[in-house]
């Protein structure tokens, strides 16, 4: 696909070529960063977070601001007039005005694609409601290709919530392109969407859903953790059994393969232990870093034609 | 004594003016009325024929309503499709048939009923968007809101189009 003017709203708009073109630009930009430290100067990117962020918001502004290009936005939607009670579809006609590509966040699901309605310049989905965070997939992607020098052939396991967490939903629709061997493992409760399953069955890739995180883990390549939210449960007694039974510790590491990676999107609250940070397969501190290098090679291949 | 063709039309009479809905799924014709909003405290002559012997339907049964003085509109007859395809609709005027066609479901579901979804930015007050289903599936029935991306069954459907 040609990435000029183009919107990310779902992972699933990609096929394998465009992931591993994004992927070549990520790694073009970042070994001559001072050649493109200028590129997108004169444009404006609009940073439109109406939930908090702190990796995906500032990993935006700072690869713009790292190619010269300047950011307006904010932060939460209590200092905008959206507390006066102003539409979504309001806020992005407005604001498409006054920049050249508007990333936006938002709790509600469907939020970005009402959005790419209503604006005149592309719409980046940076993560709505439950449903999809298609940049952080793209991300993951890279830091497993980095780390792993391939993404064919592993066996990667998503861990934790599976349901309503939408960073493991695009990342699983992004592997579909590659030959991978996917493990959901999860409580029962928050089980991978049966539409996201639905789409990897189209796509014939191969997938194994279970409960037993420990008995998986040691056939694992990458294992990708997410957090269990306490609020996701109507009951708490459900919560109290499971909280426990999908978080990393130092023992439990020991049953994970010596050149696995473990990554996470964060933030993490309990489910890695801080004392795995030192750990050499720890690796979610690094992915962060390649969230800069992954949205500087989006911005520019949506602002810039022919790049 | 009756002739045997009118004893096949004596269960639902005549209407001089407004829509006769033939062929609905047997047990649907309540679900029907729901979508239209009738209740028939206005007056309104509402004859409904439930689990009507019929040579068409495969299960031998069908539906029936005959509604006076009011036309659907076309929200109306998309809402009627997607709880029973195939029906047919009749506008009646002089007791004469002015327009007949069998209703179909839309390959685009635009602003017939709600997403089920609270958190959907198309239940958000105000937002000036319909709401957009594709369909997957027709038999069975199975749409998925454009937006959220979530798949409703013909169970839900029918909910949400009775809700409407």
């Known amino acids: 696909m040609n990435f000029f003017n183009s919107d990310i709203i779902s992972a699933k708009q990609y096929s394998r070529e465009d992931i591993e073109k994004l992927i070549d630009l990520a790694l073009k930009i ?8 200028r590129l997108l100067q004169g444009k404006i990117m609009a940073a439109l977070f109406f939930e908090p962020s702190t990796r995906t918001r500032l990993s935006f502004e ?7 290009g300047s950011v307006i936005g904010f932060s939460s939607a209590g200092v905008t007039s959206v507390k006066k009670g102003e539409t979504l579809a ?8 006054y920049s050249d590509l508007i990333i ?6 469907g939020a970005a694609k009402l959005a790419q309605k209503f604006s005149d310049v592309p719409i980046i989905n940076a993560g709505n409601g439950s449903q999809e965070h298609p940049t952080q997939g793209l991300l993951d992607v890279l830091a497993i290709s980095e780390l792993k020098k391939t993404v064919d052939g592993l066996n990667i396991g998503l861990i934790g919530d599976l349901k309503y967490g939408r960073t493991v939903h695009s990342l699983a ?22 539409r996201v399953k639905d789409a990897l069955t189209q796509k014939k890739t191969s997938f194994t859903e279970t409960t037993d995180f420990k008995e998986t883990l040691p056939l694992l390549d990458v294992i990708y953790m997410t957090r269990i939210q306490k609020e996701r449960f109507g009951d708490l007694e459900e919560y109290d059994k499971v909280k426990n039974a999908f978080i990393l510790t130092k023992k439990i590491m020991k049953l994970v393969k010596d050149d696995a990676i473990i990554l996470h999107p964060l933030p993490r609250v309990n ?37 | 004594m009756a002739s045997k063709s ?13 829509t006769v809905i033939d062929h609905i799924k047997e047990g649907f014709a309540i679900s029907v009325l729901k979508i239209l909003g009738l209740e028939g405290r206005n007056g309104t002559l509402i004859t409904i024929g439930i689990n009507v012997k019929s040579n068409v339907s495969s299960s031998g049964h069908k539906d029936i309503l005959k509604v006076e003085n009011i036309y659907l509109d076309e929200k109306q007859i998309h809402q009627i499709a997607l709880i029973s395809p195939g029906s047919k609709v009749s506008f009646i005027e002089d007791f004469k048939i002015k327009d007949k066609f069998v209703v179909k479901i839309p390959s685009l579901i635009k602003g017939i009923i709600d997403c ?17 289903f594709k369909v997957l599936s027709e038999k069975p029935l199975k749409i998925a809101c454009n937006y959220c991306e979530r798949i409703l069954y013909k169970e839900e459907i029918l909910h949400m189009a009775e809700k409407n």
């Open chain 1, 62 to 68: 700072s690869a713009m601001n790292y190619l010269g």
């Open chain 2, 116 to 132: 089920p979804n609270e958190n959907c930015i198309t239940n958000v007050d105000r937002e000036p968007v319909l709401t957009e």
């Open chain 1, 271 to 307: 489910e890695i232990s801080p004392k795995i940070d030192v750990d050499p397969r720890a690796k979610y501190f690094e992915q962060t870093y390649y969230g800069l290098m992954m949205r500087k090679a989006i911005i520019a291949s949506i602002l810039l034609e022919n790049f």
């Open chain 2, 6 to 18: 009118d004893s096949k039309r004596l269960y639902v009479e005549k209407i001089k003016k407004g």
């Open chain 1, 90 to 97: 309001d806020t992005i006609r407005t604001v498409a005005n």
């Open chain 1, 104 to 109: 936006i966040r938002h709790n509600k699901e």
């Open chain 1, 30 to 37: 970042e070994n001559d960063k001072e050649k493109y430290s």
């Open chain 1, 173 to 194: 629709h992004l592997l579909s392109n590659f030959k991978v061997k996917l493990y959901f493992i999860s409580p029962t409760q928050l089980k991978m969407q049966y």
